[in-house]
């Protein structure tokens, strides 16, 4: 039941990662590719050469002199596509998709034997699964990241849809139309939940000025009495190396009891270096406090990785060093781990070196590929994914987890500024809903220094159940 895959010649590097992603990884579906004269892609089944799911190619026809170039980006305003136009049943968030390539008005075609579908499926993957436009758009924010609003899934309103799960939904519906008897693999929808320990205990109480700052907020900004006397209760405990009390450590292990209710597995992600003093953690992986905390991790079943530092994403040496002072102390606490995943510090990220980087590091998985402004589907799924290095052309060993919601996105000011609201809640859970709907992962991370309020916990709790 192998698929026949004939495209034109040209960038048969690229082709074969986005063929084995999305037909191998994704349905689990033997193909074979064949390059070929011909100048769209047709898709035949061996032995069965009669019928035939045909489709432009765009991006992978794109000439050398213009690959990583604007002039290879997609046209500014996606065309919509109507798939009931094909006459079949197919899992879609809408059934009206975008076009990222393919035709500028898009009609689809099924005689029942042929069909043609006016989307280049692979090469739209390939742009949204690699981030290809990370590479060309030079827009930044003020922490050189790469933002939502920059992006052509933002300004084509497909952020909040995984678009490439949906076309291979698209492509699944015409391969068992055509042949019935082919099988595809059986998706589990997960839950990753994740918390970047920041600041596993509170900071601020840990120095005369931060006790200062704290007692100003707590009694001119909050006019509350109570809150300053807990905090010199807190900063005394500090000064005395007694974190009993500290709510940011409580929270850690509230997080584990919540989400073991409900059979969930945490991943703590440690920041183990400092590269920026006014960014990184406040804490050493030495302190015995950390030490005790990875050890109660660990013996919860939950999983520890690495929170690589603000500067590291651009920077080899500092992930090889920071890298090696997780296993150090992981080592030191006779801690056996099969892999080690990591997230950046900030969501800080360089299409054309990070991954590239953490590849070379040896790290198993990373699970920063969201925006920091807005939720949704960067990578345009919400499944793993082996990530393909764009400047050397070759695929790594390195996986993706794409990072689908964090907190602060949705709730805080500086971003979308939703607050505790409905609106919040509701938005917060059609990502979980959508990824369920998909069989995929929904990964979110939740820093355990955002506890503060009641609404936190209650909606966290929805979230993860």
């Not at 191998?24 to 064949?34: D, I, M, Q, S, T």
């Not at 899992?91 to 069909?115: A, F, H, T």
């Not at 070379?360 to 994914?385: I, N």
């Amino acid at each position: 039941m192998t698929l026949i895959i004939e495209t034109p010649e040209s960038m048969t590097k690229e082709r074969n990662y986005i063929l084995q992603t999305l037909l191998g990884e994704f349905l689990g579906l033997e193909w074979v590719h064949h390059p070929t004269s011909r100048q769209d892609i047709k898709i035949t089944q061996s032995g069965n050469v009669a019928a035939s799911i045909s489709l432009p190619d765009v991006l992978f026809s794109t000439s050398e002199n213009k690959w990583l170039d604007s002039a290879s980006l997609p046209i500014s305003s996606s065309p919509l596509w109507d798939t009931d136009d094909l006459g079949l049943d197919i899992l879609l968030v809408k059934s009206v998709v975008p076009v990222i390539y393919g035709d500028q008005e898009p009609v689809s075609r099924n005689n029942g034997r042929n069909m043609y579908l006016p989307v280049d499926i692979f090469g739209s993957a390939f742009f949204m699964l690699t981030r290809y436009e990370e590479l060309i758009v030079t827009d930044q924010d003020d922490h050189d990241r790469f933002p939502a609003t920059a992006s052509s899934a933002y300004q084509n309103n497909y952020l909040d849809r995984p678009i490439v799960d949906e076309y291979v939904e698209i492509l699944w519906a015409c391969i068992s139309e055509l042949w019935p008897d082919i099988i595809r693999k059986r998706r589990v929808p997960k839950k990753l939940i994740s918390c970047d320990l920041d600041r596993p205990f509170d900071c601020s109480v840990a120095t005369i000025k931060g006790v200062s700052r704290r007692l100003a907020k707590d009694i001119v900004r909050d006019k509350s009495p109570r809150q300053a006397l807990d905090t010199i209760l807190t900063s005394y405990h500090r000064w005395r190396h007694d974190y009993s009390s500290d709510e940011y450590l409580q929270a850690v292990d509230w997080i584990m009891d919540a989400n073991e209710k409900v059979g969930n597995k945490v991943a703590f992600y440690f920041i183990t270096k400092h590269s920026h003093h006014g960014y990184d953690g406040c804490y050493s992986m030495t302190q015995s406090v950390i030490r005790g905390l990875m050890r109660r991790i660990v013996n919860r079943g939950h999983e520890v990785g690495l929170h690589a530092s603000y500067n590291s994403y651009r920077n080899l040496d500092q992930i090889n060093c920071e890298l090696g002072e997780l296993k150090q102390a992981l080592a030191n606490e006779s801690i056996a781990v099969d892999e080690i995943g990591s997230r950046q510090h900030y969501l800080r990220w360089s299409t054309a070196i990070t991954p590239r980087y953490l590849d070379a590091a040896g790290v198993s998985y990373d699970s920063s590929l969201a925006y920091a402004d807005r939720p949704g589907f960067r990578c345009g799924t919400c499944h793993s994914f082996r990530m393909y290095d764009l400047k050397s052309r070759k695929t790594l060993t390195l996986r993706e987890k794409p990072l689908i919601l964090m907190e602060c996105s949705v709730l805080g000011e500086q971003y979308m500024g939703l607050g505790y609201s409905d609106d919040a809640l509701q938005l917060m859970k059609s990502y979980r809903d959508v990824c369920e709907q998909f069989g995929g992962d929904f990964t979110l991370l939740w820093h355990n220094s955002h506890f503060e309020s009641a609404k936190d916990r209650e909606f966290y709790l929805q979230l993860i159940s």
